[in-house]
């Protein structure tokens, strides 16, 4: 079993920033990629980004490339989303989420999930 608690969430104007964490517990952090989804309301959970087991591989989803970053500490057991360049449409519930068994990052689906951290960007 793994637990995953995020932080980090609020209220941010348009082209602010904010970073959220997530605190894994329960398993060896290095031995699973981590990522992060979002579900805005009335939409469907939607992929941002993941990062490999030990943090050298990364992959986004187009709508966020360039303006977010993902990033992990093994020491810490805690992996990161920078998220700069806020714009109202990324206002939505985050959550993280370990893979146990993904190979390629672009097949990251999640076997383990926090509860979720509310992100909302004012225009």
């Known amino acids: 079993q793994v637990q995953l608690v995020e932080s980090g969430g609020g209220l941010v104007q348009a082209g602010g920033s904010l970073r959220l964490s997530c605190a894994a517990s329960g398993r060896t952090f290095s031995s699973y990629a981590m990522g992060w989804f979002r579900q805005a309301p009335g939409k469907e959970r939607e992929f941002v980004a993941a990062v490999s087991r030990s943090g050298g591989s990364t992959y986004y989803a187009d709508s966020v490339k360039g303006r977010f970053t993902i990033s992990r500490d093994n020491a810490k057991n805690t992996v990161y989303l920078q998220m700069d360049s806020l714009k109202p449409e990324d206002t939505a519930v985050y959550y993280c989420?370990?893979?146990?068994?993904?190979?390629?990052?672009?097949?990251?689906?999640?076997?383990?999930w926090g509860q979720g951290t509310q992100v909302t960007v004012s225009s």
């Open positions: 989420a370990a893979d146990l068994r993904v190979g390629k990052l672009q097949n990251f689906l999640g076997d383990y």
